[in-house]
DNA sequence: GAGATGACGGGCT
DNA sequence: AAGCCCGCCATCT
């Protein structure tokens, strides 16, 4: 997944993967909140960074994890963000005029958590 | 060890 | 609401 030879171990991204294939269809969670379950709640960064290897070939459902606002950041580019807003809407999940999603209502936790 | 990158987050103007 | 700056972290080179 990295594009190093960072693959020899369970590296922080792994774990991001680890973490986002539990989050469940019709739901979304913060880069922060990723980095937050890790262990690192201000990794935030690295979580995206992780995610920025995931291909669409990967088993991870990338498109729910969305940015502290509920937005999709992607840096704003590409077809990538559309794709996601795309996928989320697919799934159920409702943009706001904003093009921001109600994490009070889609935010998800995962068990254990609370 | 040091420099550079980036799908973040918060604060200020 | 939009733009700018800084800090944070993990990884790559």
Do not use: K
Not at 86 to 108: M, T
Request: charged share 20%.
């Amino acid at each position: 997944m990295t594009p190093g030879r960072a693959t020899r171990r369970e590296t922080f991204y792994d774990r991001v993967c680890q973490f986002v294939r539990g989050v469940p269809a019709g739901h979304v969670v913060t880069y922060g909140q990723v980095a937050l379950e890790l262990g690192s709640p201000a990794a935030a960064r690295a979580v995206g960074y992780a995610l920025h290897f995931l291909p669409g070939d990967s088993d991870v459902p990338w498109w729910r994890v969305v940015n502290a606002g509920g937005a999709i950041s992607l840096r704003g580019r590409g077809e990538a963000a559309e794709l996601q807003r795309r996928l989320l809407e697919g799934e159920g999940v409702a943009f706001q005029r904003e093009g921001a999603i109600d994490l009070r209502s889609y935010r998800w936790t995962p068990p254990g958590s609370g």
